[in-house]
């Protein structure tokens, strides 16, 4: 059982540049999560997703885009990477999105903007 | 503004001994309050998720304790393993606002050294 996969582990871009992050998980998991996380802080919510088709923002949404044509694939688009999108991205899902559900991670993308 | 604050920011210790982790939380009124391990170049992985109810709640040599009333949380770990260095993170949840209203701390630093 794979769970919660991110490719690639390690990206280096160009300011200017756009790319995906890919995420997909195998658990059948309707709600999915993209988060960033930066030194000294707590992971903050990009966007996030309760089903196929449905998509919304989170803490800090902007420069990036999602969408969510099947219940497996979340991924992530930065449009024009710039300096401060320099992070490590980690892909979040659980069954529903319920209260009390287990948050399953992936294993991250650390982004480099050059 | 909601926020979860963790000391210490690091910790080093002895293989074999205790350590006490803390939460400090202003989240109010909240659903739940979870700890997630963190090793280094991985994603967060659940240890324990406490409803506002519950007073304590174990994993192995993981038990997390929670005080509503004064708003904290502490992770203890009993006799500590080289393989317990990692970053802990405590995590809070408003009521019905899963996932687009988590709080993350931005966690401790725990080194277990031989």
């Known amino acids: 059982n794979a769970g919660v996969t991110q490719t690639p582990k390690f990206q280096v871009l160009k300011t200017g540049q756009s790319m995906t992050l890919q995420c997909a998980q195998d658990?059948?998991?309707?709600?999915m999560s993209w988060y960033r996380q930066d030194p000294g802080m707590g992971l903050r919510l990009i966007h996030y997703s309760v089903g196929a088709g449905i998509t919304d923002q989170g803490e800090v949404p902007n420069g990036y885009n999602v969408s969510r044509s099947t219940t497996e694939d979340f991924p992530l688009r930065l449009l024009s990477a710039a300096p401060s999108q320099t992070s490590v991205y980690f892909c979040?899902?659980?069954?529903?999105?319920?209260?009390?559900?287990?948050?399953?991670f992936g294993s991250g993308t650390q982004l480099s903007v050059l | 503004k909601n926020q979860v604050e963790q000391s210490p920011q690091s910790l080093i210790i002895l293989e074999g001994k205790n350590c006490t982790l803390q939460?400090?939380?202003?989240?109010?009124?909240?659903?739940?309050l979870r700890w997630y391990k963190q090793d280094t170049g991985r994603g967060p992985v659940s240890l324990t998720i406490m409803t506002f109810s519950e007073n304590t709640k174990s994993n192995g040599r993981y038990t997390a304790t929670l005080d509503a009333d004064t708003k904290q949380s502490s992770l203890h770990i009993t006799a500590s393993q080289l393989s317990d260095s990692a970053s802990y993170i405590c995590v809070v949840s408003p009521p019905m606002e899963y996932g687009n209203k988590l709080v993350f701390g931005a966690g401790t630093i725990l080194r277990v050294k031989s």
């Open positions: 939460c400090n939380y202003t989240v109010s009124p909240f659903s739940n």
């Open positions: 658990m059948n998991h309707e709600y």
């Open positions: 979040a899902s659980s069954y529903e999105g319920q209260e009390n559900e287990k948050l399953f």
